[in-house]
Structure formats: structure tokens, C-alpha cells
């Protein structure tokens, strides 16, 4: 349960793990994590500039492995910003989606291809 909100978060093993499938997986919640993370830190940081990021989103594609253990291989990240490709903040908001804290916290041996798409390429 979240201390200041209350919400209540459930989750479910997958079928292929002997789950239900009824929820998302604790391994869902950590790509989940990752695409959040990114928009969110890139948000604060849009507003802080005076500038909003509304209709931005991550998609994040999980790929599990299961030798030598059943583990996340690889998240596969697709940002889209509606801001045009020759927006002035465009590397720094790339810089601060890439070095945010659920990124930074992920093991080095998962990997973790990410894309960004501008406004000019929707």
C-alpha cells in the first residue's frame, strides 16, 4: 500500500510461471517502472524550464530469459515526445530519461535499448 495515497497495488505471476495472469507481474511492474520513470523525471524538467511535456509516453517491451535463471533480459524502450526533433531541450531531456534513478538501479548485464521519437517523426 502507498503510505500517502492508500493505493493499493496488486499483482499476479504470469501463466507461463504458474499464475493466473489476472494482474500485472512483479517483473511488469519493474519495465513499468522504468517507462514511468523516465517521463516523469523529463516532466519535472520541462516544468522547471516552463515548458510542458503532455502526450508524452514510454512504451517498454519486457523479454524474459529463463537460463541460467528466469530473470528479465531485456526492456526495449520507445519514448515519444510531441515536441519537434530541433526542440532545444531535446538532448537534455534524452541525457535525464537515460540516466534516471529506476535506469540507474538496473543491473548492467540486462539490456536496454532505448528509442525516442519527436514530434516530427510521429
Known amino acids: ?13 504470469p501463466l507461463d510461471n504458474g ?6 507481474s512483479p517483473t511488469d511492474l519493474v519495465a513499468t517502472a522504468l517507462g514511468t520513470c523516465m517521463t516523469t523525471t523529463m516532466d519535472l524538467y520541462a516544468q522547471r524550464h ?3 511535456l503532455d502526450g508524452t ?4 517491451v519486457k ?4 537460463q541460467p535463471v528466469r530473470r ?3 526492456l526495449e524502450v520507445l519514448v515519444t515526445v510531441p515536441l519537434p526533433a530541433n ?13 534516471c534513478p529506476v535506469q540507474q538501479s538496473l543491473s548492467s548485464e540486462m539490456d536496454i535499448p532505448v528509442s525516442f521519437s519527436w514530434g516530427d517523426d510521429l
Open 72 to 74: 528479465i533480459g531485456r
Open 1 to 13: 500500500m502507498h503510505t500517502q495515497s492508500g493505493t493499493r497495488l496488486q499483482t499476479d505471476a
Open 57 to 60: 509516453k514510454a512504451v517498454v
Open 50 to 52: 516552463g515548458f510542458n
Open 87 to 99: 526542440h532545444p531541450q531535446r538532448a537534455t531531456l534524452e541525457k535525464i530519461a537515460l540516466n
Open 19 to 24: 499464475g493466473r495472469g489476472e494482474s500485472f
Open 63 to 66: 523479454h524474459m530469459e529463463s
